[in-house]
Every structure is written in C-alpha cells, then in structure tokens.
Nanobody, 123 residues
Framework: QVQLEESGGGSVQAGGSLRLSCGAS????????MAWFRQPLANQREGVAV???????YYSGAVQGRFTISQDRAKNTVYLQMNSLKPEDTAMYYC?????????????????WGQGTQVTVSS
C-alpha cells in the first residue's frame, strides 16, 4: 500500500504562483509513475503532469511551459510548481501513484490517490 498526502494549495491572483507537494509513504519502492491530476467543479479529472521513476516528465497542453513537476526521491516527495496561473487553473488538485504504468493521462491507471488540495485563481 502507498499513502499520498498533498499540501500547498490556496488562493492566488491570476499571474501568481503556487507550489504543491505530495508526500508518499508505505511501499514507495513499487511506484513507477507519479502524476498530478486536477478536477474542476463538475468536470472530469484530467491529467496535468507526470514524472516517471527514471525522471522523464510530460505535461498536458494546458499547462506546458507554466507548470513544472519534480521529485525529491530522498524525501519521497513530488512537487508541482505552478507559475503564471490562470483562472481556468482553478480546481482540486490530486496526486496519484501507479505501480503498473500505462498511459499517464488516464486516471484508471493509478491505484493510489491523495485527498486533494484546492487551488483557486482569481482574475
């Protein structure tokens, strides 16, 4: 089992920045992929960014160039640095971990989820 806990959400004005953190505990050696998803109110959960165990990263088109995913393996923590935030970035942000891989963009490929942290961007 893997436990994930997010932190760092909050309210910010458009153009501002936030950094989200996701701490992992438990059977972390089994994780091959960690990702950030977000779910705007009444919308589906969508992939934001992923980082693989080898360090490769990918981003959705909506955040490419503005968000950066990184990891500190010694601390079992993944970060999401969010710059140039826009009102449309407002959502609940979730950290997810997968032991099996697969297409990173699909939530069904992840077995473990955090409780989420709210990000609100005002215009």
């Amino acid at each position: 089992q893997v436990q994930l806990e997010e932190s760092g959400g909050g309210s910010v004005q458009a153009g501002g920045s936030l950094r989200l953190s996701c701490g992992a505990s438990g059977a972390t050696n089994s994780i091959v992929t960690m990702a950030w998803f977000r779910q705007p109110l009444a919308n589906q959960r969508e992939g934001v960014a992923v980082i693989y165990a080898g360090g490769s990263t990918y981003y959705s088109g909506a955040v490419q160039g503005r968000f950066t995913i990184s990891q500190d393996r010694a601390k079992n923590t993944v970060y999401l640095q969010m710059n140039s935030l826009k009102p449309e970035d407002t959502a609940m942000y979730y950290c997810a971990a997968s032991r099996t891989g697969g297409s990173w963009y699909f939530p069904d490929n992840y077995s473990y989820w955090g409780q989420g942290t709210q990000v609100t961007v005002s215009s």
